[in-house]
Nanobody, 124 residues
């Protein structure tokens, strides 16, 4: 079982930037495919980005492509999401997720482990 703790959320103006972090509890972090999802009030959880175990492969939702960058530091057991050019529609609770399966999943049911989430609010 891996425990995930997100941080870095907050309030930012449209056009600004934030970097989210997700700290994992296990030294086997490098074995996990990792991802970010988000959930806005009244909406379903949606995929944001995913990254392979070694960082060599990434995949993004069209809505964030070119603005967000997912990365990881396996030596620090940490996943990141750099968010630039933020828009009010990016406002949501952001969750990191992990799974040991090979490949890159964009469906929430693909991931077995979840963090508690961090709130991102973008004001217009």
């Amino acid at each position: 079982q891996v425990q995930l703790v997100e941080s870095g959320g907050g309030l930012v103006q449209a056009g600004g930037s934030l970097r989210l972090s997700c700290a994992a509890s296990r030294r086997t972090f490098s074995s996990y495919t990792m991802a970010w999802f988000r959930q806005a009030p009244g909406k379903e959880r949606e995929f944001v980005a995913t990254i392979s175990w070694n960082g060599g492969n990434t995949y993004y939702a069209d809505s964030v492509k070119g603005r967000f960058t997912i990365s990881r530091d396996n030596a620090k057991n940490t996943l990141y999401l750099q968010m630039n050019s933020l828009k009010p529609e990016d406002t949501a609770v952001y969750y990191c997720a992990a799974d040991v399966k090979d490949g890159l999943g964009s469906q929430s049911r693909w991931y077995a482990h979840w963090g508690q989430g961090t709130q991102v609010t973008v004001s217009s």
